[in-house]
């Protein structure tokens, strides 16, 4: 029991169980990660083959949503072996499928939920890319240590609230998980909006977690795509002629660039 505890506790070592594997996160609900993750994963299957798309959100997974999908079984379906991991895949397309890790049943203890992500993180290997919607919630962060992403992108905003919690985003990833690279992304903001955001968030960054502060860039808002999914368009459809597509391209390839190099 007490081995059985021990490796639970470890995780996946950044890096393992797939070739490649991103994990999009933020501070603060409403800050858009669940599209940002959306829009990374459907450019990673225009580029790089086949993509598996997690949603690791442990209460309000929306990624089924988005795509118009099943959630799925869900993680705790795994608990006791009443189910494979294979069982929880839902296929999106040819080149993308779906886990969602929120749906069904009582929620296990951390330990078993542990456990369960490691399971999860066994079907990596069959994928060319992972993309992981972490949520935004302090668990986002285990579930980067035990499904084993080495970069979490997270999604800020560049109002005070946003600054001052994607701030304590960064301070919690230096404490729980330090060999984790956290480029921030500033969502729905101009680009020297971003700049003077990235000027604040540096300042704190340099200052009190002695590190420096990378930034990915910023995404404008789409006033067009937010109305179509107001309207219940699903996703790819309500991405066609998106100015955030060729943007997500750039910022994909910086985090798996940062991939290969770790």
Do not use: Y
Not at 96 to 106: E, F, K, M, N, P
Not at 141 to 165: F, K, P, Y
Request: hydrophobic share 45%; net charge neutral; proline share 5%.
């Amino acid at each position: 029991m007490q081995v059985r505890r021990f490796v639970a506790s470890r995780g996946v070592a950044p890096g393992a169980g797939g070739r490649r594997v991103v994990a999009v996160g933020s501070g603060r609900g409403g800050s858009g990660t669940s599209l940002v993750t959306a829009l990374l994963a459907s450019r990673a299957t225009l580029q790089h083959g086949r993509v598996l798309l997690v949603d690791a959100d442990p209460l309000v997974g929306t990624q089924h949503l988005l795509w118009g999908v099943s959630d799925g079984p869900g993680l705790w379906a795994l608990k006791g072996g009443a189910r494979d991991p294979e069982e929880l895949l839902v296929p999106i397309s040819a080149s993308l499928s779906l886990v969602t890790l929120s749906a069904g049943g009582d929620a296990p203890t951390e330990a078993e939920a542990r456990t369960l992500l490691r399971r999860v993180a066994g079907l990596f290997g069959a994928w060319d890319v992972v993309v992981v919607d972490a949520g935004s919630r302090r668990s986002s962060l285990r579930a980067c240590r035990d499904l084993g992403a080495s970069v979490l992108l997270v999604v800020g905003q560049v109002d005070s609230i946003g600054i001052a919690t994607t701030h304590a985003l960064l301070k919690a990833s230096a404490l729980d998980v330090p060999g984790l690279e956290t480029p921030v992304l500033f969502n729905r903001s101009a680009a020297h909006e971003a700049d003077r955001a990235a000027d604040v968030l540096d300042d704190g960054v340099n200052r009190f977690l002695d590190r420096p502060l990378r930034v990915a860039g910023s995404f404008p808002s789409d006033l067009r795509l937010a109305a179509a999914l107001e309207q219940g368009a699903r996703l790819p459809g309500a991405l066609a002629e998106s100015p955030l597509l060729g943007l997500a391209d750039g910022v994909l390839n910086q985090l798996l660039a940062t991939v290969a190099d770790r």
